[in-house]
């Protein structure tokens, strides 16, 4: 196993992340952005819970990185 795979299966969490709907999915788990007050951020599921709303915050971005690593790939092969 690589860096190149390792960076891959993050790559792929990260969208796994940014697809998760907050009305449908997280919601109804407790696990939405009101569900918790400001004191909770420091517990592992606020920071979990901060985690995602990142990375559906930044989805062009991912969107860019998801390109990138699609012509790398088409290239190397």
Known sequence: MGLWTLLEGFLLLANALAILNEDRFLTPRGWGLSDFSAGQTKSFKGQLIGLIYATQYLRFPLL????VFI??????G
């Open 64 to 67: 860019l990185l998801n390109s």
């Open 71 to 76: 012509i790398v790939k088409l290239v190397s």
